[in-house]
């Protein structure tokens, strides 16, 4: 059986995502768009999900706490990469 049960309030649910800071993502992306480094492509594609979020989270009244979220980073260091 299949683990479920609904976001809400009273039941958040939390995000972590592990971002990949070590040199390599200085080299460029490789694929079909115009090259750029990787770290833009990930910062690019966690900033619009954390924007898709936070829409979730905004009604009439305000701002609902239905998600909490930790973004570590890696590479030299670990830590947030919130900053």
């Given at each position: 059986?299949?683990?479920?049960?609904?976001?809400?309030?009273?039941?958040?649910?939390?995000?972590?995502?592990?971002?990949?800071?070590?040199?390599?993502?200085?080299?460029?992306?490789?694929?079909?768009?115009?090259p750029?480094?990787?770290?833009?492509?990930?910062?690019?594609?966690?900033?619009?999900?954390?924007?898709?979020?936070?829409?979730?989270c905004?009604?009439?009244?305000?701002?609902?706490?239905?998600?909490?979220?930790?973004?570590?980073?890696?590479?030299?260091?670990?830590?947030s990469?919130?900053?």
């Amino acid at each position: 059986m299949a683990y479920s049960v609904e976001i809400s309030r009273a039941n958040p649910t939390c995000f972590v995502f592990l971002l990949d800071q070590s040199t390599s993502m200085e080299d460029p992306t490789t694929g079909g768009e115009a090259p750029r480094r990787k770290a833009d492509a990930v910062a690019d594609a966690l900033n619009r999900l954390l924007f898709e979020l936070s829409l979730k989270c905004a009604k009439e009244e305000g701002v609902r706490d239905y998600f909490h979220v930790a973004v570590l980073g890696y590479g030299a260091r670990v830590g947030s990469a919130f900053g």
